[in-house]
């Protein structure tokens, strides 16, 4: 199987996630006590600089099978907002408000835009344009 | 031939090379999809009422489902299908793997939303529980899960159904993201072990 020369996508994406999975966890553990957001919001940080830094160093990959990435990222992304939607659901449902609610929806966003865009990756890496 | 077809490798150059037989089959089962927007209005329905039987039945039900399955996937399936021949596993990972893509997503979801209000409409995941930490450490292996799960299973999943779908797909690609479908599946059925010694000890403190 030739291997194309690519960014570390998968790698850098899963760190992405622990690190808004993790401040999920630490918001939650303080739960119902006022809980200082700093150490959320430097994580929620980490992780937006991440994603960025992940898609715009896919973007410079010049033979990179895009059609094929946008078609599964497009029909993923759609799942992964009903997911997202029905989390952010739940948070207001239980009055969730102010900065944490803040975080977590900016942390679902993040979800909902790298776990499409990993998904869009695995295919399109394998997707060779001479066998479209 | 039905669908597409993945030569032989090893087999001589003679003639033209055998090849297996792929049957047609959607990537998502368009059945699944009503199946699981039922289960996801459920969620939705019990959070709103925050009922202890709605909330109860969903996160035990889909809590049994996803344990069971990781465990029977990573532990059993996976070292069946591994034992298979080539044309045996590609029948079996194309009836199989079409569930999966829609089961898994909804199920986690299911278990992951009416746990956490459950564990509000029982004061479990408010920090002044006396067994806070227990309710932590679930926390924290069910975020691991969750992380192996997005990035390596389900990607890993759509992956192979799209190259099955191919005209000529390249049994190593195949191989290789069944490999790691399976290690994945593994590891999560190992770390469902540890839910499930925390979530009986949970249900069993007074």
């Known amino acids: 199987m030739s291997e194309r020369q690519l960014p570390p996508f998968t790698e850098v994406a899963m760190t992405s996630l622990a690190l808004i999975v993790a401040g999920g966890i630490y918001l939650s553990a303080h739960l119902p006590r006022h809980v200082p957001l700093t150490p959320a919001i430097i994580l929620l940080a980490a992780s937006v600089v991440l994603m960025v830094v992940n898609l715009a160093s896919l973007a410079r990959v010049s033979d990179f099978a895009w059609d094929r990435f946008f078609q599964v990222a497009k029909w993923s992304g759609l799942a992964y907002l009903v997911i997202a939607g029905m989390i952010e659901y739940a948070f207001l449902q239980n009055h969730v408000k102010g900065g944490a609610l803040v975080i977590l929806t900016l942390s679902l966003a993040v979800f909902a835009v790298h776990v499409p865009a990993l998904v869009g990756f695995t295919v399109a890496r394998f997707y060779e344009p001479s066998t479209a | ?206």
Do not use: C
Not at chain 2, 104 to 121: D, R
């Open chain 2, 1 to 206: 031939m039905v669908e597409g077809a993945i030569a032989l490798q090893d087999e001589p150059a003679v003639g033209a090379p055998p090849a297996l037989e792929i049957p047609d089959f959607d990537i998502v089962p368009r059945v699944g999809l009503i199946l699981a927007a039922v289960a996801a209005a459920a969620v939705i329905v019990a959070v709103a009422v925050n009922k202890l039987w709605p909330l109860l039945f969903l996160h035990v039900s889909g809590g049994a489902a996803w344990t069971i399955i990781d465990l029977f996937l990573g532990l059993v399936l996976g070292p069946i299908m591994g034992a298979m021949p080539p044309p045996a596993r590609v029948q079996f990972t194309t009836r199989l793997m079409p569930k999966m893509v829609v089961i898994m997503p909804i199920v986690v979801t299911m278990t992951l939303a009416s746990g956490w209000q459950l564990g509000i409409h029982d004061g479990t995941v408010l920090s002044n529980w006396p067994h806070h930490s227990w309710i932590l450490a679930s926390f924290i292996i069910v975020g691991v899960m969750s992380v192996i799960a997005l990035g390596l299973l389900e990607p890993a999943n759509i992956a192979v159904l799209i190259e099955l779908k191919k005209p000529q797909p390249r049994p190593e690609v195949i191989e290789r993201l069944m490999k790691r479908f399976m290690y994945s599946a593994g590891i999560l059925g190992a770390m469902q072990i540890a839910t499930l010694v925390i979530m009986t000890r949970i249900a069993s403190f007074p």
